[in-house]
């Protein structure tokens, strides 16, 4: 058999690109991602961002546009007068 049919593309990320499809997620093959003029249709800088900040935040705020921002109630251990340990 020939080696190509062994490979992680054939044997595990079609399969998963296919799957998601099938779940009606929005996919993209982008295995040469980097190789294209102008960039990573993506928008990640580098291979090394796994997570699409700009499309999870957009997402978030979709999910959550009723709610408003809260303020944190947390604070600082300085602010507190008490030592970092």
Do not use: Y
Not at 20 to 29: I, N
Not at 46 to 52: I, K, N, P, Q
Not at 54 to 69: G, S
Request: with cysteine.
């Amino acid at each position: 058999m020939p080696k190509e049919e062994f490979s992680e593309n054939v044997l595990i990320e079609q399969p998963a690109i296919a799957l998601f499809g099938e779940l009606k997620w929005e996919t993209a093959d982008c295995f040469h991602e980097f190789e294209q003029v102008g960039g990573s249709p993506l928008g990640r800088e580098t291979a090394a961002e796994v997570v699409l900040v700009r499309r999870l935040r957009a997402a978030l705020e979709k999910l959550n546009r009723r709610r408003r921002p809260r303020r944190s109630r947390r604070r600082s251990r300085s602010s507190l007068g008490i030592a970092a340990g």
